[in-house]
T-cell receptor, first 110, second 113 residues
């Protein structure tokens, strides 16, 4: 298995909702990442997990809460989001230096 | 501040042409540089990774070069095809305990049949 999967593909949520994004890989990679990508912009790093521990938080608002329950799974819990949080959320994993990206979750906050 | 810029922002070429995409970075102390491809609304596909000690990498019709001292990288695509149409992103890593990628602004490529 050489891919990173993300669910759901699309998500529409209101500003009072709580939802979660899921990312999974079975390549034995011990580093996993969340990126946010706005339209026509490059991805921006949000969080990095290394060996299931949070190693980088790029000053992301607390309404985004990451979780790494095990070495294959990475979640991003969403609560009280704003319309400006609408974006493509990308997950990636790596063992060495090459990062492998999932297809992303397209999030729309109404 | 570490910034990565790509020129041109958009490029349209007829099928069969050879083309060059450019990437420049302000801090030359990079650990390595990656080129990615992104299709509309999709995730990123890694194309090539160049270590800071290397000058170039090749994969099929793609050739990436790196001039670390001048803060530049180029992606050369030979004999372009309509299937090459996508956004191409370069990204640099400055080392450290984790692989923090800093992405360039991207080049949107359209290859006309």
């Amino acid at each position: 298995d050489t891919e990173v999967t993300q669910t759901p593909k699309h998500l529409v949520m209101g500003m009072t909702n709580k939802k979660s994004l899921k990312c999974e890989q079975h390549m034995g990679h011990r580093a996993m990442y969340w990126y946010k990508q706005k339209a026509k912009k490059p991805p921006e790093l949000m969080f990095v997990y290394s060996y299931e521990k949070l190693s980088i938080n790029e000053s992301v608002p607390s309404r985004f809460s990451p979780e790494c329950p095990n070495s294959s799974l990475l979640n991003l819990h969403l609560h009280a989001l704003q319309p400006e949080d609408s974006a493509l959320y990308l997950c990636a994993s790596s063992r060495g230096e090459t990062q492998y990206f999932g297809p992303g979750t397209r999030l729309l906050v109404l | 501040k570490q910034e990565v810029t790509q020129i041109p922002a958009a490029l349209s070429v007829p099928e069969g042409e050879n083309l060059v995409l450019n990437c420049s970075f302000t801090d030359s102390a990079i650990y390595n540089l990656q080129w990615f491809r992104q299709d509309p609304g999709k995730g990123l596909t890694s194309l090539l990774l160049i270590q800071s000690s290397q000058r170039e990498q090749t994969s099929g019709r793609l050739n990436a070069s790196l001039d670390k001292s001048s803060g530049r990288s180029t992606l050369y695509i030979a004999a372009s095809q309509p299937g090459d149409s996508a956004t191409y992103l370069c990204a640099v890593i400055y080392g450290g305990a984790t692989n923090k990628l800093i992405f360039g602004t991207g080049t949107l490529l359209a290859v006309q049949p």
